[in-house]
Every structure is written in C-alpha cells, then in structure tokens.
C-alpha cells in the first residue's frame, strides 16, 4: 500500500484537517499519480458538509486534479512516466453497461465518483485530490496538453466538462444566442466555451460588479436579472440558456426568454428544489427544461483538446492547503475569480511529506 498524505473533513462540522491514509499499490491498468494541483468546487463543500445528505467521513474532497505520472501498471500503454495527466469526478464504472458503451461513463448506475464513494477496489470509501498522490485506472486519467497552464486546468475537470458537456450536446454553436446564468466556478467556464463555439453570449447577473469581468471574459452582453424591465427586452431571443446556480431560485424569468423549442439546461445542484415552474412557459412554446451532469471520459478528453486549441483555461486563484478553510468560507460569500486551485507541494508545509 501507498502511504498518502492530504486533509479530511472527519465529520459535517468540523473544519478540513490534516490527514494520512494508504492508496492501493498499482495494478496492471493502473497510473499512480503525484498529485500537483487540484481545484476546490463548490460541490466539495456541498459534501464535506453533508448538505446532500450521503456523505461518510472521513472525506478527502477534490475531483479537479492535474498531477505528474510516477507509476505504470504492466499493462498501460498509452500514458508515460513524466506526463502530465489529469483526473475529474469518475474513477470507475461497470464498462459493459449501454451507458458506458456508448462513452457515458457519468450515467452508469455502478460509477464510482473521485471521492465519497464505495470504492469497490480497495473497500471502504474513495478520497480525492486534496492529497499527495493518487491510483487510478487508465481508462480514467486524461491527457493534459503541454499548451494548458497546469494548474488553470485543474477546474477545466470539472466545471469544464459539466458546462463543455451540455453545450455540445445541445449543438450550440455559430449563430445561437445562448444565455449563462451565474458568473461563478461554472459560469466563467461557460462563458468562455460558449464563446470560442461561435454563439453569441449573454451572461445573466444578479451583481452589477460582475458586468466588466463578464464582458472580459468574453460575453457579448450582460443583463442583471433583477432588472424586469432588461430581462423582458430579450423575451423569445434565446435558443439555450445555461443556468450554472446552485441555489434555488424562480426559473420562470429565464424560460420566458427562450424561443419556441428552447432549452433551459440546470447544471447548478442546490441544496433545496428550485420553486415549481410555471407550465405555462413551457407548454405554449415547446420549451424544455432539462438538466446535464458531467461528460464522460471521451467528452472529457474532448473538452481538454478543444480548451487547448482555443487557449481557455480556468480563471483561478492558488492556495496553499492550509487555506482550505478559509477558502470554503470566501467560497460562500462568493469572494473568488472564479476558482480556488490547491498547490499540493504545500503538504510539506505541515510536515507530512509526500
């Protein structure tokens, strides 16, 4: 086993610590993995504080990692050591289901999430990238190209996918209007991807300080959703809206604004249900409201290549580990642009090594 090093919630209240326990020695699939840097997602807060409701403890959070090669299992041959990889929110799935055939790893009944999860290898509970290393089988490790900063890659694993995701499948691109809801960890992200995707981009805001950095970040428009008379000036021009908050609010002002055959996508998950749409709006224009996870690892890989491309990374902000805390509580207060990114060689700090 493989001695490993990072910081755990041990129960919903108390603060993230530090924190030793064992990964499993590489099997033939496996890619044993020095974690770098790894991103701090909104979710991870979500569960470190059981607001979901199904969380065990201890818990390593973190599912947005980058980190270096240091182990090939005997039968891997499409990674190297040296090479910088990454890992998102799935570290396993059943591989024969329809779902998994057909590269949807993210809806398999039998998906094994980074962290909080049964792990079926090594039992108990899976921990994720708020540590110094990490095993995983190949299927799930992606290839992170040398144009992407590091550690500004770390959150595209999963506020990448989880906007990349619906976008592409609803087949947005060169002449859509698209709307994104929320200029967050998500929402910068879709910002950015709907843009480089050819759409024209409207980004809804409930902060009117939020208006320059949006337009930077590559909106065409910005409209403050609190402004009834702003939201009604674009009723029946929208041919998708993205909306990435994750905390319940009325849905009604946005599907409003979609054309006939509309979508409004959820990708935010708030801790409350969102109050009950008006049928209305939904039924007399054939709208739709709908929702989207993740991608699965193909889509996943997908994202990473068409981020290289087109030069988009996270906007973040690197702390050291022992800023964790804190971090999650400037998280609540919406005080980052846009995401957090653990440096991992601070572990050292605490004297724990790697």
């Known amino acids: 086993m493989l001695k490993t090093h990072g910081y755990a919630a041990h129960n919903n209240h108390s603060p993230l610590v530090p924190f030793s326990f064992e990964r499993r020695e590489p099997r033939p699939n496996d890619v044993q993995i020095e974690i770098l840097f790894c991103g701090v997602c909104h979710s991870d807060i979500h569960q470190a504080r059981n607001e979901w409701g199904s969380s065990t403890f201890p818990m390593v959070p973190g599912h947005e990692i980058i980190g270096k090669v240091t182990a090939l299992g005997g ?91 619906p976008l592409k499948h609803w087949q947005v691109g060169k002449g859509d209007k698209v709307g994104i809801v929320g200029l967050g960890g998500l929402g910068h992200m879709g910002v950015k991807l709907a843009r480089a995707m050819g759409a024209h981009v409207v980004l809804f805001t409930t902060s009117a300080s939020k208006v320059d950095d949006a337009i930077r ?41 979609l054309k006939r055959d509309g979508t409004l996508c959820l990708v935010g ?61 400037r998280m609540l207060k919406s005080d980052v642009k846009y995401r957090f990114v653990i440096d991992l060689a601070s572990l050292n700090a605490d004297g724990v090594g790697k």
């Open 75 to 165: 039968a891997v041959s499409s990674f190297k050591i040296g090479e910088m990889v990454g890992v998102g929110c799935l570290v396993g799935s059943c591989r024969t289901c329809s779902d998994c055939k057909e590269h949807l790893e993210q809806f398999c009944n039998a998906a094994t999430f980074t962290y909080n999860a049964p792990d079926n290898i090594s039992g108990g509970s899976t921990y994720g990238g708020y540590s110094s290393q990490i095993v995983v089988d190949q299927h799930f490790v992606l290839h992170i190209s040398d144009k992407l900063d590091p550690a500004a890659a770390a959150p595209l694993l999963c506020a990448g996918i989880t906007t990349y995701s």
């Open 217 to 257: 970040l590559g909106a065409h428009e910005v409209v403050i959703s609190k402004d009834t008379e702003a939201m009604q000036q674009h009723r029946l021009s929208f041919d998708f809206i993205l909306n990435t908050v994750a905390a319940a609010h009325s849905l009604d002002s946005f599907t409003e604004l």
């Open 269 to 329: 998950v708030p801790d409350h249900p969102h109050p009950s749409p008006a049928i209305g709006n939904l039924i007399f224009k054939r709208r739709k409201i709908a929702g989207s996870l993740i991608g699965g690892l193909k889509e996943t890989q997908e994202m990473l290549d068409f981020c290289a491309e087109h030069n988009i990374v996270s906007d973040i902000e690197i702390i050291p580990i022992q800023q964790i805390n804190q971090a999650y509580e």
